[in-house]
Each structure stands twice: as C-alpha cells, then as structure tokens.
C-alpha cells in the first residue's frame, strides 16, 4: 500500500503518493516546506509580491546545490578513506 504524503505550500495541501518502503518521504517533504517558507520569508523582505514559481524555483535551486555540495563531499570522503585504506594495506603487508 502506497504512503499519501500531504505537505502545505503558500496556504495550500498538496497530496502524493510515496511508494511503500520508503522511509524518508516525510523527511523529504518537510525539507521542501521549510526550504519554501525560508525562501518565502527571505524574498517578501525584499519583494512581498514575488510570485510562487520563483519562491519555488529558488526552494529547488537551494536543495540542488545543498546536494551538489554533499555529493561532492561524500566522493571526497571516498576517495580519502579508499587512499588511507590502501596505504594501510600496503603498510601491513610490508611489516609481514
């Protein structure tokens, strides 16, 4: 059986299904209403008639590049720990 998932955006519920067995979707769809209400306080700051497409293109890019960000991070992470594990490897193998 699916998961019905509602989120509230600019006022309005918004329902979607997530597949079974997918744990996160809750976390998913607070990160987006949090990302969308902190773009929305930002912008009406400046513009307080920004339209929705924009607060929630600017909400994606945010996510976008928060993931970009982490990916990159986590290759890196990798990439150190295969490099150590390899050294670490050869060390033993010389000390036997």
Known sequence: ???IITIEL???QYSFKAEEGVPDANEVADLLMKEV???EKQMSN???KVNKVT???LAALNISSE???LKRNYAELTKK???RSA?????IDISL
């Open 10 to 12: 600019f006022g309005q």
């Open 55 to 57: 607060i929630l293109t």
């Open 67 to 69: 993931f970009v960000d």
């Open 81 to 83: 720990i295969s490099e």
């Open 87 to 91: 050294s670490l490897v050869k060390m």
């Open 37 to 39: 209400a902190n773009v």
């Open 46 to 48: 400046n513009n307080p």
């Open 1 to 3: 059986m699916d998961n």
